[in-house]
């Protein structure tokens, strides 16, 4: 697949969503999916991280539902495409290095549980998205953001294989390790087990665990499902 594969014949721009859960390689893929077929790529995960650093900044409580609201709306939460994947700004500053810290990352897995905000989220995905030529990762996109996306995949992997993708991705060791690979399957455990928009796989998602594929695999495996989709 070239650069140019989404300018088919038909010039039609897709809506591909990626789901699954942490570690699986939902966000790699998805930006690198994104890079080849000029589109942009939407991070879920990341507006919730940074409205996460919001409540942290105002120390605000990630179990109050209404004041996390009230963040959300006097925040301006933007992802900025770059050759090197997205930039995040927060009301105009870049937070990209600082929303992937480990404070943040168990914060917006706390703020993200709440019905209302996640009903702000995707009303803000919706219409950053709405357009197509975009690619979004998360939780809920093929199944609550967009549920009518052209391709939907669901990425998954054995659960010690994601932990131990997290643990090399950010170069953890040790006694850190083992907290590292327990909120990770507390953060399995609340998005699977939440009210709103729990984590699985849409009804016509195409599977793929990753568990014995390498990250090129699977992309080629998706890049031939976009394939098919944009000459269909």
């Known amino acids: 697949m070239t650069d140019q594969s989404n300018h088919n014949h038909s010039g039609r721009k897709l809506i591909i969503a990626i789901d699954g859960p942490a570690g699986a390689g939902k966000s790699t893929i998805a930006s690198r999916?994104?890079?080849?077929?000029?589109?942009?790529?939407?991070?879920s995960g990341a507006m919730y991280r940074a409205l996460a650093l919001k409540a942290i900044d105002q120390d605000a409580s990630f179990d109050d539902e209404t004041a996390l609201v009230k963040l959300a709306q006097e925040s301006r939460i933007q992802l900025e495409p770059t050759l090197n994947g997205n930039r995040t700004l927060l009301n105009g500053h870049d937070v990209s290095s600082r929303i992937r810290e480990r404070d943040v990352t168990e914060a917006a897995s706390r703020v993200s549980v709440h019905p209302k905000v996640r009903a702000w989220m995707v009303a803000r995905q919706r219409e950053m998205g709405v357009g197509g030529?975009?690619?979004?990762?998360?939780?809920?996109?093929?199944?609550?953001v967009f549920p009518d996306a052209d391709l939907k995949i669901f990425l998954d992997a054995d659960p010690v294989v994601r932990e131990q993708r997290r643990m090399e991705q950010q170069k953890i060791k040790g006694e850190v390790a083992a907290s590292v690979a327990a909120d990770l399957r507390e953060r399995d455990r609340r998005d699977r087990t939440r009210a709103a928009s729990p984590l699985m796989a849409a009804e016509d998602a195409v599977v793929i665990d990753s568990t014995e594929l390498g990250e090129d695999e699977v992309l080629a495996r998706v890049e031939e499902l976009t394939r098919r989709k944009l000459e269909g």
């Open 133 to 144: 030529g975009v690619v979004m990762e998360g939780r809920d996109i093929g199944t609550k």
């Open 33 to 43: 999916l994104a890079r080849k077929l000029g589109y942009v790529n939407l991070e």
